[in-house]
Antibody, heavy 116, light 107 residues
Framework: QVQLVQSGAEVKKPGASVKVSCKTS????????ISWLRQAPGQGLEWMGC????????NYTQRFQGRVTLTTDTATTTSYMELRGLTPDDTAIYFC?????????WGQGALVTVSS | DIQMTQSPSTLSAFVGDRVTITCRAS??????LAWYQQKPGKAPKLLIY???SLEVGVPSRFSGSGSGTEFTLTISTLQPDDFATYYC?????????FGGGTKVDVK
């Protein structure tokens, strides 16, 4: 069955960077684009961008352009999201999901807390 | 970006009630709309895609309708497991965007 398993919770100081992983299994990794989203405490869902594992092409929302980098490792069928220049406003649960249209398969989420 | 507006933001209902949630897009998205259910501490769960197609395994009491800019999610007979927050999402155009959510709680 399709599974996306994310890395654990992180606590970071303002100005630092964080890298969250998303290990996939149960389907051909290169075929499906992976989206990354986040959800601040008590807030709604925000799509950050996506990456095509087949060719490495990425699409980032303007809000995160220049501050986020999505990558994939086809050998380990893992996708990564790195966010730089963290501020307390980046405190959120970060999700990976398979696809770039409707999202039927999600990781469990990774809580990133930014605090001094 | 396409703005998605859900209403109401909170809905109080009894088990057995018929529940309807509305989602409006700031421009036409054809039928490229999905609905999700989210419970606290969990990832969203896909319920409906392409406005009215039921995801495999989702109970038939959930249904979706609409096209263009106006969409609805209906729960025909609310069950105890349905108390949750519901989100709509458009996938007509990048970036993908979500409605603000509708929390369905116990009346």
């Amino acid at each position: 069955q399709v599974q996306l398993v994310q890395s654990g919770a992180e606590v970071k100081k303002p100005g630092a960077s964080v890298k969250v992983s998303c290990k996939t299994s149960g389907y051909p990794f290169s075929i499906y684009i992976i989206s990354w989203l986040r959800q601040a405490p008590g807030q709604g869902l925000e799509w950050m961008g996506c990456i095509s594992p087949g060719n490495g092409n990425t699409n980032y929302t303007q809000r995160f352009q220049g501050r986020v980098t999505l990558t994939t490792d086809t050998a380990t069928t893992t996708s990564y999201m790195e966010l730089r220049g963290l501020t307390p406003d980046d405190t959120a649960i970060y999700f990976c999901a398979r696809g770039v249209d409707y999202l039927a398969h999600w990781g469990q989420g990774a809580l990133v807390t930014v605090s001094s | 970006d396409i703005q998605m507006t859900q209403s109401p933001s909170t809905l109080s209902a009894f088990v057995g009630d018929r529940v309807t949630i509305t989602c409006r897009a700031s421009q036409s998205i054809s039928r490229w709309l999905a609905w999700y259910q989210q419970k606290p501490g969990k990832a969203p769960k896909l319920l409906i895609y392409k406005a009215s197609s039921l995801e495999v395994g989702v109970p038939s009491r959930f249904s979706g309708s609409g096209s263009g800019t106006e969409f609805t999610l209906t729960i025909s007979t609310l069950q105890p497991d349905d108390f949750a927050t519901y989100y709509c999402q458009q996938y007509n155009t990048f970036p993908l965007t979500f409605g603000g959510g509708t929390k369905v709680d116990v009346k």
